[in-house]
């Protein structure tokens, strides 16, 4: 660097950018993903109303009372994180911006959180019971594109028949995932089958695959409702959510075969690692062509 020139990076930058808490919280949440914006302004919300005093007011003690009031009113080690990691998230991007002088979040522990996939995956038994027992046609093709493509809930909310392609014997879904990474998935010709006899005569390429009876697109709230009705039905203890067929998707193909970068490609991981974890691409295949569906 030049005599006379300085570091931009080591620039405070000056707080007029944000001129309140609620100006810098929309400043952080800019381009974030839908779902997470959700997701953080709820955990942000939670940490105001819990500490009662303006982000520029807020100390290290504020955050160390809101992290034990995380564990007073009973969360799991996990629901603490999400809410501690939006938390410090925000504290630290204000800092950097110069709305407050210290990083006062920065000294706060994320609590660990055991790796229990286990408890969550279901036995192929399990699944097919769910599926076979549910009489509604929509409901239907949607527990088997959940499993069978292995996708997020929001990711499935979020398709259109714009996104829906014909390939030979069969067809693939596109999927918008996290992070606005966008990945096709291959599907088993049966389920493929199946998702086309649902479009029926719809030529609208915008429309929602899934369709409330409000006529727009099925909400994550209404397509966990389905899932859980469905394993309820099937016999299934505890609230199964659509994740859990994600994660039996996962473990079932590693047991039949399916190579690991193949699965985490299918699924959308960010690393091999998480995959990994349910352990016991070829361009234009699918993990979920190993399964029994």
Same mark, same amino acid.
């Given at each position: 660097?030049?005599?006379?020139?300085?570091?931009?990076?080591? %620039?405070?930058?000056?707080? =007029?950018? &944000? @001129?309140?808490?609620? $100006? *810098?919280? +929309?400043?952080?949440?800019?381009?974030?993903? #839908?779902?997470?914006?959700?997701?953080?302004?709820?955990?942000?919300?939670?940490?105001?109303?819990?500490?009662?005093?303006?982000?520029?007011?807020?100390?290290?003690?504020?955050?160390?009372?809101?992290?034990?009031?995380? %564990?007073?009113?009973?969360? =799991?080690? &996990? @629901?603490?994180?999400? $809410? *501690?990691? +939006?938390?410090?998230?925000?504290?630290?991007? #204000?800092?950097?911006?110069?709305?407050?002088?210290?990083?006062?979040?920065?000294?706060?522990?994320?609590?660990?959180?055991?790796?229990?996939?286990?408890?969550?995956?279901?036995?192929?038994?399990?699944?097919?019971?769910?599926?076979?027992?549910?009489?509604?046609?929509?409901?239907?093709?949607?527990?088997?594109?959940?499993?069978?493509?292995?996708?997020?809930?929001?990711e499935m909310a979020d398709l259109t028949w714009r996104d829906v392609q014909d390939r030979d014997n069969g067809g693939q879904v596109t999927v918008h995932g996290k992070g606005a990474k966008t990945r096709a998935v291959v599907?088993?010709?049966?389920?493929?089958?199946?998702?086309?006899?649902?479009?029926?005569?719809?030529?609208?390429?915008?429309?929602?695959?899934?369709?409330?009876?409000?006529?727009?697109?099925?909400?994550?709230?209404?397509?966990?409702r389905v899932v859980s009705a469905a394993a309820a039905r099937a016999g299934i203890v505890g609230d199964v959510s659509p994740h859990w067929l994600r994660h039996a998707h996962a473990s079932h193909a590693l047991d039949r075969?399916?190579?690991?970068?193949?699965?985490?490609?299918?699924?959308?991981?960010?690393?091999?690692?998480?995959?990994?974890?349910?352990?016991?691409?070829?361009?234009?295949?699918?993990?979920?062509?190993?399964?029994?569906?």
């Amino acid at each position: 660097m030049g005599k006379g020139m300085t570091n931009p990076i080591s %620039v405070p930058i000056s707080a =007029s950018q &944000a @001129s309140s808490d609620a $100006a *810098l919280i +929309a400043l952080w949440l800019h381009g974030r993903p #839908a779902t997470t914006t959700r997701a953080y302004t709820r955990e942000i919300e939670r940490f105001f109303v819990s500490i009662g005093v303006s982000l520029r007011e807020t100390t290290l003690g504020d955050v160390q009372a809101f992290a034990d009031e995380l %564990v007073i009113v009973g969360l =799991s080690s &996990a @629901s603490q994180g999400r $809410a *501690l990691v +939006a938390v410090k998230s925000l504290i630290a991007f #204000a800092h950097q911006l110069g709305y407050v002088p210290f990083d006062v979040g920065r000294p706060v522990k994320i609590p660990s959180s055991r790796d229990r996939p286990a408890e969550r995956i279901l036995s192929e038994a399990a699944v097919q019971r769910i599926i076979a027992l549910e009489d509604d046609p929509r409901n239907a093709v949607l527990l088997r594109l959940l499993y069978a493509g292995g996708l997020r809930v929001s990711e499935m909310a979020d398709l259109t028949w714009r996104d829906v392609q014909d390939r030979d014997n069969g067809g693939q879904v596109t999927v918008h995932g996290k992070g606005a990474k966008t990945r096709a998935v291959v599907l088993p010709v049966s389920v493929w089958r199946d998702l086309v006899a649902l479009r029926g005569s719809v030529d609208d390429l915008d429309a929602p695959v899934f369709l409330s009876r409000q006529g727009g697109s099925l909400t994550a709230c209404q397509t966990h409702r389905v899932v859980s009705a469905a394993a309820a039905r099937a016999g299934i203890v505890g609230d199964v959510s659509p994740h859990w067929l994600r994660h039996a998707h996962a473990s079932h193909a590693l047991d039949r075969g399916a190579p690991v970068h193949l699965v985490k490609e299918t699924l959308g991981h960010a690393s091999l690692a998480t995959t990994s974890r349910y352990t016991h691409a070829r361009p234009g295949e699918s993990s979920g062509k190993y399964l029994a569906v």
